[in-house]
Nanobody, 119 residues
């Protein structure tokens, strides 16, 4: 079984910064893509940022210029640097990864980490 564990969430004032991390553990061949999603109170889960094949990145329009996704392939870890945070960024942030296992692909989700931005 493969697990994704997020960390780094917390309470921050508007304009502040947080860095989230997500580490994959378990038995697998490789990770093809990783990303971050969030679920705000009363809303559905939505894509925030992801790493595409070849190392390219994609961001939601609302976070462009403020958030940066990065990946440490050797450590099987993805990060989300969040700057200039706004109250609208509040929500539970979930790590997602497409993981190659022997004979299978697994769309894997972390448990989520809470981010709260106050003003």
């Amino acid at each position: 079984q493969v697990q994704l564990v997020e960390s780094g969430g917390g309470l921050v004032q508007a304009g502040g910064s947080l860095m989230l991390s997500c580490a994959a553990s378990g038995s697998f061949v490789s990770i093809t893509a990783m990303g971050w999603y969030r679920q705000a109170p009363g809303k559905q889960r939505e894509l925030v940022a992801r790493t595409a094949s070849g190392g390219s990145t994609n961001y939601a329009e609302s976070v462009k210029g403020r958030f940066t996704i990065s990946r440490d392939n050797a450590m099987n870890t993805v990060y989300l640097q969040m700057n200039s945070l706004k109250p609208e960024d509040t929500g539970v942030y979930y790590c997602n990864a497409m993981i190659k296992m022997t004979g299978a692909l697994r769309d894997t989700w972390g448990q989520g980490t809470q981010v709260t931005v106050s003003s």
